[in-house]
């Protein structure tokens, strides 16, 4: 049987650290108006990991080799958490689309607007698995549902102009770059795209 043992002060530290992070994963989108945009993908795993991890460290029947296995996780957690839930708190948008397998995709994207309109960036990769380019998509900013033709640009001058708004915009942004987390230019691999009204929204009412 694995020896147990109450929690050290360090093990309880970081077990409430992660427990309130895990649960600012998921209440810090309340911030955004509109529709609950819940947690997908690696952000929900961390969220419930850290959730997880962080009742082991508070459990004081825990295993002492579990508790130290998740002692071990929990910088990780730490930082990934912390990440996504800075990177919520300023505006970030939804757009919903499908994935290659077919599947909604909730893509949630920091955006900037300039006179020609709204932009977000991503890999390449990821706009074309979301066949994002001319699609007609509903996009959910501010609290109000929009429907959306994205444009995909892949030329370095929009690319990179569209990218240094957003560094200039999210403070985020400016400190993950700072410590080399966050490009302070775009990648090779970086799209725009020009989120355009679809037609029929975008003519003038009678």
Known sequence: MSETKA???LAT???WGLLALGV???AVRLLHAGAYAAPTGGTLLGGLGAIVLGGVLLWPAAPRVLRWLALAASPVLFFFGLYVTMAELEETISLYATDSAGQPADLRLWIVDRDDGA???MP???AVEHALDGARLE???GGEMRCVVPALHEDRPTTSAIHTMKVEKYAVARAAAAIGLYPREARETTVALRLDPCPD???PSP
């Open 139 to 141: 996009m959910l900013r």
């Open 13 to 15: 530290a970081a077990g």
């Open 119 to 121: 932009w977000v960036g």
């Open 7 to 9: 929690p050290s002060k």
């Open 201 to 203: 929204e975008a003519l």
């Open 24 to 26: 600012a994963i998921f």
């Open 124 to 126: 390449r990769q990821k």
